[in-house]
């Protein structure tokens, strides 16, 4: 039996290096999903492989662990229709590995679902183990953003986007019970999003510890003081960063004090031409959309919505955009449960369920390789806890 353990940690071990691996190599490649297999570095095709592999084997080796909720139903449909999507709008030149290797990349998100899901139902030690562990694919990810940073700096563009595969790992971490790794990669993902200059993502980071704290110490736990010591923290951070913006020349406040200005990085723009397709789009072009990555070639400002709603609805078209919207409502309802069952995630549901929200709003998650790490939290979020389910 103890043997079984060890060879298990290290498999987990070995999924984990992967899944940092590939955030690493997702951001190297690019920062979007619109590439095809011909475009993706050898080392991608590889990670995504293992990683698709190694999930795939775990999760047949223990199917008695995993049940399919309603999140997990809905995240299948809408990674298969995804994926679909893909290969249909995949060019007439495709090889055959193209239709193999490129619906993995949305399959991934139903996968790590169920691989995170089989998990935390199967062992606490084991589930303890592969959370706290998530910690080097966070260094490994954070690691390769610094080198990203660095060039981007070079050749003068230093808001990154990449910063957000940082973001989308650290709820996995949450569900660490050692206190020091949680300080350590929340550390960790507020320097790579102050960095990054992503006034979005700094937001959501800042928003979503104070709904953790909110609801861990004001609902659940009864307590204020924490969370005005947090506020106070806040604060004083918010002085020195001050400080240090100071220092750099007032880059970070010029960049949050011209959102009206610039409307969000000409936001308010996109999101007009985007919804102008959309009312312009055909009936069956908006029943099941105009396919893969149409939002960035059919918009005449040649660029993605930033929105996925937007993006989702004229992409996938109303048969994924309503599974979409469940989705966020199946993630809320499942905080109220957790704290009606006085489940001790409910206060990490917060956090997940702020930040997937507001960077869905300003940006993307379900239609970019990180929507597979973020889908990790959500597997532990739906497990059943004390033999009620809360999803």
Same mark, same amino acid.
């Given at each position: 039996?103890?043997?079984?353990?060890?060879?298990?940690?290290?498999?987990?071990?070995?999924?984990?290096?992967?899944?940092?691996?590939?955030?690493?190599?997702?951001?190297?490649?690019?920062?979007?999903?619109?590439?095809?297999?011909?475009? *993706?570095?050898?080392?991608?095709?590889?990670?995504?492989?293992?990683?698709?592999?190694?999930?795939?084997?775990?999760?047949?080796?223990?199917?008695?662990?995993?049940?399919?909720?309603?999140?997990?139903?809905? &995240?299948?449909?809408? @990674?298969?229709?995804?994926?679909?999507?893909?290969?249909?709008?995949?060019?007439?030149?495709?090889?055959?590995?193209?239709?193999?290797?490129?619906?993995?990349?949305?399959?991934?998100?139903?996968?790590?679902?169920?691989?995170?899901?089989?998990?935390?139902?199967?062992?606490?030690?084991?589930?303890?183990?592969?959370?706290?562990?998530?910690?080097?694919?966070?260094?490994?990810?954070?690691?390769?953003?610094?080198?990203?940073?660095?060039?981007?700096?070079?050749? *003068?563009?230093?808001?990154?986007?990449?910063?957000?595969?940082?973001?989308?790992?650290?709820?996995?971490?949450?569900?660490?019970?050692?206190?020091?790794?949680?300080?350590?990669?929340?550390?960790?993902? =507020?320097?790579?999003?102050?960095?990054?200059?992503?006034?979005?993502?700094? %937001?959501?980071?800042?928003?979503?510890?104070?709904?953790?704290?909110?609801?861990?110490?004001?609902?659940?736990?009864?307590?204020?003081?924490?969370?005005?010591?947090?506020? %106070?923290?806040?604060?004083?951070?918010? %002085?020195?960063?001050?400080?240090?913006?100071?220092?750099? =020349?007032?880059?970070?406040?010029?960049?949050? &004090?011209?959102?009206?200005?610039?409307?969000?990085?000409?936001?308010?723009?996109?999101?007009?031409?985007?919804?102008?397709?959309?009312?312009?789009?055909?009936?069956?072009?908006?029943?099941? =959309?105009?396919?893969?990555?149409?939002?960035?070639?059919?918009?005449?400002?040649?660029?993605?919505?930033?929105? *996925?709603?937007?993006?989702?609805?004229?992409?996938?078209? %109303?048969?994924?955009?309503?599974?979409?919207?469940?989705?966020?409502?199946?993630?809320?309802?499942?905080?109220?449960?957790?704290?009606? &069952?006085?489940?001790?995630? @409910?206060?990490?549901?917060?956090?997940?369920?702020?930040?997937?929200? &507001?960077?869905?709003?300003?940006?993307?998650?379900?239609?970019?390789?990180?929507?597979?790490?973020?889908?990790?939290?959500?597997?532990?979020?739906?497990?059943?806890?004390?033999?009620?389910?809360?999803?």
């Amino acid at each position: 039996m103890l043997k079984r353990i060890v060879l298990e940690k290290i498999y987990l071990l070995l999924t984990i290096f992967a899944i940092g691996g590939y955030s690493a190599m997702c951001m190297l490649t690019t920062e979007h999903s619109s590439i095809y297999i011909a475009e *993706d570095p050898i080392p991608l095709k590889v990670l995504i492989g293992m990683l698709f592999i190694l999930t795939s084997c775990y999760i047949i080796a223990n199917r008695n662990q995993f049940k399919f909720n309603k999140i997990g139903r809905i &995240l299948l449909f809408i @990674s298969i229709y995804m994926a679909i999507t893909r290969v249909i709008s995949l060019p007439p030149t495709a090889g055959f590995l193209s239709y193999i290797y490129q619906p993995m990349r949305d399959l991934l998100i139903v996968m790590l679902f169920i691989f995170s899901y089989t998990i935390y139902s199967k062992s606490e030690e084991l589930y303890n183990f592969f959370t706290t562990g998530m910690l080097i694919a966070m260094m490994i990810t954070a690691f390769y953003y610094y080198q990203n940073w660095t060039f981007a700096n070079e050749i *003068d563009e230093a808001h990154l986007g990449t910063s957000y595969y940082t973001l989308f790992i650290l709820p996995t971490i949450l569900f660490s019970p050692r206190k020091w790794i949680k300080y350590i990669a929340i550390a960790i993902t =507020g320097v790579v999003i102050i960095s990054s200059f992503k006034r979005g993502g700094l %937001i959501a980071l800042v928003l979503g510890v104070i709904a953790y704290l909110f609801v861990k110490e004001v609902l659940f736990e009864h307590k204020v003081t924490k969370l005005i010591l947090f506020v %106070i923290i806040v604060i004083t951070l918010f %002085i020195v960063l001050i400080y240090i913006d100071n220092a750099m =020349g007032n880059i970070i406040s010029q960049r949050i &004090l011209n959102i009206q200005e610039d409307g969000g990085s000409g936001r308010d723009q996109v999101w007009a031409t985007t919804w102008t397709m959309i009312r312009r789009s055909s009936p069956e072009h908006l029943i099941f =959309g105009h396919g893969y990555n149409a939002v960035l070639n059919d918009s005449p400002l040649g660029l993605s919505a930033h929105n *996925d709603f937007l993006e989702v609805l004229y992409n996938y078209g %109303i048969v994924c955009f309503v599974p979409y919207i469940f989705l966020y409502l199946r993630l809320i309802q499942q905080i109220f449960a957790a704290i009606k &069952l006085e489940d001790h995630r @409910s206060f990490i549901m917060a956090f997940t369920c702020v930040v997937f929200i &507001l960077i869905s709003m300003i940006s993307h998650v379900i239609v970019y390789p990180w929507a597979a790490l973020i889908a990790l939290s959500w597997g532990f979020m739906s497990a059943p806890h004390s033999n009620n389910n809360i999803a």
